[in-house]
């Protein structure tokens, strides 16, 4: 089963200042990820245009596999020299992960990495080295799955200063934080950067002294969806195709009318639309709006959709929404397809190429409408940074 | 043939079709209408009605089978004479000979 590294993160700025002299860049491809965490000299734009360049710079030197002597040398020649304190300078932590396992991490100035695995922290062997003639400190590890890594930028360690903590919150003690959070059940990387951020804030009283950022990242496996949408062009291999979608991990959806009754038939199962005569409603049940596409069951399968306008509308939403957190809370058919889409890191398309003929549009196109949404959402979710694979049957 | 449900042998299913285009035409509006119809003529009990997707025969009105006699374009305010035309006489046929 493949590895990938789940993140998320939060910045919090300096009070009183509009921009964040902390930058992260972050990319995640599903066999590579590169995270970096860039803190520059002082807060508000001078820090800001140092961080961003110093993150833009590392986040695509490291991913192209250039040696940190290059890297560090490259900085030195485009960071614009601070005329007052004569120092181009900003601190830098990049982490690069490969197929979910092996990862490399360079550390400059920066708080080190927090690692923790099977709840316990874990001390990384850091090598310290010169590079174009900066200290920097390297370690290649190897990851597992549920490892949980942090990286903070200073303004975490400086967290509560002179108020609770007299020296600031300090790495042990946010690295103790994490343990417990860890503990307390809080699963996924979005709650806990949440609540990372949320203690960081209240320890600065509401009021940051200094740009506070960090980034939760999680080694879990990668999770699956797989969309059956299409009868195949050739009856023969309707049960082929139904298998492949039987067949798989993860979620597994069924997009079309015509798609729908195959599935059922061939599964042996009943396909039953959600839809109860109004007569028979319950007084709460929610409202569907009119025209709005419905959903059916078959056992088995986690949704069931029509094709054409349900994909369509699906498209849509995922161009509005990055996260699962932007979509409307929605229960109707598109909705729901777009966040299935959205908790999976692998999306499988099966698409049938048989040609409708009811649609005269899809006749004279050679190609069905279908075929167009799949393209487009294709698209729109390997942008996000998802494995999509288009088979057609 | 689309069948999203057989129900017991001796009840008849009207299945009526809830896509999007039959649905802003009054899907749920016809649905009413037919089961207070079948209330009315006691059938309860004896004909069902049940939701489908989409049955490639979008038009002005709403897509509907009787069993398995399929018909396109009913508009719910003419959900009686439907009734009367199609259902009434079908099901007393169909539940009668079993
Ligand atoms: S929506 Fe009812 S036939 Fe197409």
């Known amino acids: 089963m493949r590895q990938i590294v789940e993140y998320s993160w939060n910045s919090l700025n300096k009070a009183g200042e509009e921009l964040c002299g902390d930058s992260v860049i972050i990319r995640s491809n599903p066999d590579s990820f590169v995270a970096v965490l860039s803190d520059g000299l002082g807060s508000g734009v001078k820090a800001s245009i140092l961080s961003t360049l110093t993150a833009e710079i590392a986040s695509r030197m490291f991913e192209s596999g250039s040696p940190v002597e290059d890297f560090v040398q490259t900085l030195a020649e485009t960071l614009p020299e601070c005329s007052v304190r004569k120092l181009a300078y900003a601190t830098f932590a990049v982490l690069t992960v490969s197929r979910g396992k092996d990862a490399h991490l360079v550390e400059f100035d920066s708080p080190p990495l927090i690692l923790i695995r099977d709840n316990a922290l874990v001390d990384l062997p850091m090598e310290e080295r010169k590079a174009s003639g900066r200290k920097i400190r390297e370690v290649r590890f190897e990851l597992r799955e549920n490892d949980i890594m942090i990286l903070i930028s200073d303004g975490y360690e400086h967290a509560g200063l002179g108020g609770i903590y007299r020296l600031g919150w300090g790495w042990k003690n946010i690295a103790q934080a994490v343990q417990r959070f860890l503990s307390a059940g809080i699963a996924d990387t979005r709650k806990l950067t949440q609540s990372l951020s949320k203690t960081c804030m209240k320890l600065y009283d509401d009021k940051p002294g200094d740009d506070a950022t960090v980034i939760s990242m999680k080694i879990r496996p990668s999770a699956r969806a797989t969309v059956l949408t299409g009868p195949p062009a050739n009856k023969e291999l309707d049960d082929f195709a139904v298998s492949r979608l039987t067949s798989t991990e993860g979620s597994k959806i069924v997009c079309g009318g015509s798609t729908a009754q195959m599935v059922a038939r061939v599964l042996k199962e009943e396909l039953l639309v959600d839809w109860v005569p109004p007569g028979k409603r319950k007084p709460d049940e929610p409202k569907k709006k009119k025209g709005s596409p419905p959903i059916a069951k078959i056992k088995g399968m986690d949704l069931v959709t029509e094709g054409i306008l349900t994909l369509g509308m699906a498209a849509e939403l995922l161009r509005a929404s990055k996260t699962i957190d932007d979509l409307p809370h929605d229960k109707d058919a598109s909705t729901l397809l777009a966040r299935l889409l959205l908790q999976a890191d692998e999306i499988y398309f099966i698409v049938g190429t048989a040609i409708n003929p009811n649609q005269i549009a899809d006749i004279i196109r050679g190609e069905s409408m279908r075929m167009v949404y799949i393209r487009e959402l294709v698209q729109i979710l390997s942008e996000l940074g998802k494995y999509v694979e288009i088979e057609k049957v | ?98």
């Open chain 2, 1 to 98: 043939m689309n069948r999203e449900r057989e129900g017991s042998k001796d009840m008849l299913i009207i299945t009526i079709c809830v896509g999007s285009s039959c649905s802003i035409r009054g899907s749920d509006e016809l649905a009413a209408e037919i089961q207070h119809l079948i209330k009315k003529e006691q059938l309860d009990g004896l004909v069902d009605i049940v939701g489908a997707f989409c049955m490639d025969t979008c038009s002005k009105g709403v897509s509907v089978r009787v069993g398995e006699r399929a018909f396109e374009g009913i508009r719910p305010e003419n959900a009686s004479e439907f009734f009367y035309k199609e259902i009434l006489p079908y099901a007393n046929s169909t539940l009668l000979s079993k």
